[in-house]
């Protein structure tokens, strides 16, 4: 059963606007961990965001927020003042901590800034 | 912070070789590694997971006898692909995990084989 339910289509933003990317889990655990990673066209997974279950605050770093709400079981991020940069897939991502602590993702988001 | 070199980081080879990726912890002990294959444009699949010392542990599907990986010391984890087909045609990528990491993974730079 997929875990990790992303469905938007690929998305174009405007430069300096803000984009949502949508993500819903499924889980029977009280522990877990919630994460969001960017992956630019070269591959590599460049780790943006992180929420722990118990976590009662929405996460922030820089300009990438989380909105967590944990009864919809959804973890939505939030890109402020998007940059070309910004352009790349993204993935949500959630670690069972009764299974082994792999991380099972999402399918992705595309996301392309436009000038 | 916590770095992972892995390479190659692309390579072709032929029908039938085979192919060793490696995934080297630099500045920290990586106590479990996992390994994913990416097709194009879809998501991070996991095939393995290996501890330091211990035979991996095997997703459903992939063949172990195919696919095999080595995590001989807590700072290398290889993954070997024999006898290499051009289905196995990927994006592979390993992820540690380790006391070091902020949150628990951090991943390597992938390798992109092609098959011939």
């Known amino acids: 059963a997929q875990k990790i339910t992303q469905t938007q289509p690929g998305m174009f933003v405007q430069e300096k606007e803000a984009v949502t990317l949508d993500c819903t889990y499924d889980t029977s655990d009280q522990s877990y961990g919630l994460f969001w990673y960017k992956q630019p066209s070269s591959g590599e997974m460049i780790f943006l965001i992180y929420?722990?279950?118990?976590?009662?605050q929405n996460a922030t770093e820089g300009r990438y927020s989380l909105n967590f709400q944990k009864a919809r079981k959804s973890a939505n991020l939030v890109i402020s003042a998007s940059q070309l940069g910004d352009s790349a897939m993204y993935f949500c991502?959630?670690?069972?901590?009764?299974?082994?602590?792999?991380?099972?993702f999402g399918k992705g988001n595309q996301v392309v800034v436009i000038p | 912070g916590a770095v992972v070199s892995q390479h190659p980081s692309w390579v072709i080879c032929k029908s039938g070789t085979s192919v060793k990726i490696e995934c080297r912890s630099l500045d920290f002990q990586a106590t479990t590694m996992f390994w994913y294959r990416q097709f194009p444009k879809q998501s991070l699949m996991l095939m393995a997971t290996?501890?330091?010392?211990?035979?991996?542990?095997?997703e459903q599907g992939v063949e172990k006898d195919k696919f095999l990986i080595n995590h001989a010391s807590l700072t290398l984890s290889t993954l070997t692909v024999t006898s290499a087909h051009p289905e196995d045609s990927s994006f592979y990528i390993c992820?540690?995990?380790?006391?070091?990491?902020?949150?628990?993974?951090?991943f390597g730079s992938g390798t992109r084989l092609t098959v011939v």
């Open positions: 290996s501890n330091e010392g211990s035979k991996a542990t095997y």
């Open positions: 929420q722990g279950s118990y976590d009662e």
């Open positions: 992820s540690a995990n380790g006391a070091a990491n902020p949150y628990g993974y951090t």
């Open positions: 991502a959630m670690r069972e901590y009764y299974g082994n602590n792999r991380l099972a």
